[in-house]
Nanobody, 123 residues
Framework: QVQLVESGGGLVQAGGSLRLSCATS????????MAWFRQAPGKERELVVA????????NYADSVKGRFTISRDNAKNTVYLQMNSLKPEDTAIYYC????????????????WGQGTQVTVSS
C-alpha cells in the first residue's frame, strides 16, 4: 500500500499560479500510475490529469490543457501539479490518487487517496 499526502493548496487570484505536491510513503511510487482529481462543491469528482508509472504518458482534462502540468519524481516519491493561469472555476479540493495498474480517468478505479488540499481562486 501507499500513503498519499497533498500540500500546496491555498487562495490565489485569477491568473495566478500554485504548485501542488503529493508526497508518498509506503510502497514506492514507481509502482503506481498517479492522478490528480478535483471536486468542487455540489459536483462529482473529476479527473484533472493522470500520469503513467514512468511518466511517459499523461492524460489531461480539456479544461486544464495548456495551463496545468503534472510531473513525478520517483526518486523522491513525489508527484507535482503545476497550475498556471488559474481561473475561478478551478476552485475545488484537489486529491492525489494512486493505482497499481494502468492509469484511468475513473476515480472509482483508484485504490489509494490523499486527504485533499483546498484550492480557491478569487476573481
Amino acid at each position: 500500500q501507499v500513503q498519499l499526502v497533498e500540500s500546496g493548496g491555498g487562495l490565489v487570484q485569477a491568473g495566478g499560479s500554485l504548485r501542488l505536491s503529493c508526497a508518498t510513503s509506503g510502497r514506492a511510487v514507481s509502482n503506481y500510475g498517479m492522478a490528480w482529481f478535483r471536486q468542487a462543491p455540489g459536483k462529482e469528482r473529476e479527473l484533472v490529469v493522470a500520469i503513467t508509472r514512468s511518466g511517459g504518458v499523461t492524460n489531461y482534462a480539456d479544461s486544464v490543457k495548456g495551463r496545468f502540468t503534472i510531473s513525478r519524481d520517483n526518486a523522491k516519491n513525489t508527484v507535482y501539479l503545476q497550475m498556471n493561469s488559474l481561473k475561478p472555476e478551478d476552485t475545488a479540493i484537489y486529491y492525489c490518487a494512486a493505482r497499481a495498474a494502468p492509469i484511468s480517468v475513473y476515480a472509482r478505479l483508484y485504490d489509494n487517496w490523499g486527504q485533499g488540499t483546498q484550492v480557491t481562486v478569487s476573481s
